[in-house]
T-cell receptor, first 116, second 110 residues
Framework: DAGITQSPRHKVTETGTPVTLRCHQT?????MYWYRQDPGHGLRLIHY???????DKGEVSDGYSVSRSKTEDFLLTLESATSSQTSVYFC???????????????FGAGSRLTVL | QKEVEQNSGPLSVPEGAIASLNCTYS??????FFWYRQYSGKSPELIMF????GDKEDGRFTAQLNKASQYVSLLIRDSQPSDSATYLC??????????FGAGTRLFVKA
């Protein structure tokens, strides 16, 4: 798993509550990503980070924020969870962000979030 | 809207047969192409990537790329029941954003 740990692995929460998912990596990778996976949609990029305090939006960033204060930790926050954010969330790292070779992603085990 | 399209399946093949998985993409600027395998309840894992037209082989797996037709395929030779999984096609247009297809479910019957 390339030293990637996601927490919590499972969470059930109620609409309107804040939720933070944590991705921790132990191999000093510069590039980190948050994806969500839903049936019929595949994996969709929420936010990504290309260094400490350097983050940017992906294709489905509305309702989500991220922070990266240390190389090893990338946090995904749902400020006010909605039922549409029920999903499986995957953190990923890559050796390279730009195309030098290929941007191969290695994924964490995933966090299953249910918003009631 | 950049898209990656895959047949959702399920694709069912007998053990020992060749499984052929296909993917099309919409962005002609796409530069690198990936196949990931995802077992039920698990995270995706890379099978192989390709960025030049033609074939790339790795063991029982062969990726094929045709940029003119915007088409990528994955062939699995001598399919095994352990190959039963969802196969995700992914495309990177350069930079940080990799677009995934919804995946094709493969069943290999013993």
């Amino acid at each position: 798993d390339a030293g990637i740990t996601q927490s919590p692995r499972h969470k059930v929460t109620e609409t309107g509550t804040p939720v933070t998912l944590r991705c921790h990596q132990t191999e000093n990778h510069r590039y980190m990503y948050w994806y969500r996976q839903d049936p019929g949609h595949g994996l969709r990029l929420i936010h990504y980070s290309y260094g400490v305090k350097d983050t940017d939006k992906g294709e489905v960033s509305d309702g989500y924020s991220v922070s990266r204060s240390k190389t090893e930790d990338f946090l995904l926050t749902l400020e006010s969870a909605t039922s549409s954010q029920t999903s499986v969330y995957f953190c990923a790292i890559s050796e390279s962000g730009q195309l030098s070779g290929a941007n191969v992603l290695t994924f964490g085990a995933g966090s299953r979030l249910t918003v009631l | 809207q950049k898209e990656v399209e895959q047949n959702s399946g399920p694709l069912s093949v007998p053990e020992g047969a060749i499984a052929s998985l296909n993917c099309t993409y919409s962005d002609r600027g796409s530069q690198s192409f990936f196949w990931y395998r995802q077992y039920s309840g698990k995270s995706p894992e890379l099978i192989m990537f390709i960025y030049s037209n033609g074939d790339k082989e790795d063991g029982r797996f062969t990726a094929q790329l045709n940029k003119a037709s915007q088409y990528v395929s994955l062939l699995i030779r001598d399919s095994q029941p352990s190959d039963s999984a969802t196969y995700l096609c992914a495309v990177n247009t350069g930079g940080f954003k990799t677009i995934f297809g919804a995946g094709t479910r493969l069943f290999v019957k013993a």
